[in-house]
């Protein structure tokens, strides 16, 4: 009994290894992006530490700038769930912009500084102290709504 077989034939055309490697490059550069928007956030810490968080230890302001960068790495992999179930049920295109916008948002929130900094608008003390805590939870609760889109 002898079997023959048949050549493979590549499935793959020219222009599909085009679309591949234009999608590996715009990943690649997507996640050094993302990188160094972290890679930002450690270097500038001790800054942001006295901007955000407000404390008489600096080394607590430090651990909070830290713990922050903690939550929003274990953000990443809730804001997976609840967008690879979005778009299987709504599809991918519109996943995408939702987290497009979702970015967008909390990014200019950052930027534009609707959330207060301590030092400049809050006393060190009673209600201002309050207020200046808030402002860091604030803070916080956009870079982790921020990073669950990533």
Not at 18 to 26: E, K, L, P, S, T
Not at 40 to 52: E, R, S
Not at 89 to 101: E, S
Request: aromatic share 10%; proline share 5%.
């Amino acid at each position: 009994m002898t079997t023959t077989s048949a050549p493979l034939v590549d499935a793959q055309a020219p222009a599909d290894n085009r679309q591949m490697i234009n999608a590996i490059i715009a990943s690649l550069l997507g996640w050094s992006l993302d990188l160094f928007d972290l890679f930002i956030l450690l270097y500038v810490a001790p800054v942001i530490g006295t901007l955000f968080f407000p404390s008489t230890n600096a080394t607590l302001s430090l651990a909070a700038v830290y713990a922050s960068f903690a939550v929003t790495l274990l953000m990443r992999p809730i804001g997976s769930a609840i967008f690879g179930h979005f778009a299987d049920v709504h599809g991918r295109k519109g996943a995408m912009l939702v987290a497009i916008v979702g970015v967008g948002v909390s990014t200019a929130a950052l930027l534009r500084r609707r959330i207060p900094l301590e030092r400049n608008r809050f006393p060190r003390t009673g209600a201002g102290q309050c207020r200046a805590w808030w402002a860091a939870v604030a803070r916080a609760s956009v870079r982790c709504w921020r990073h669950s889109y990533s």
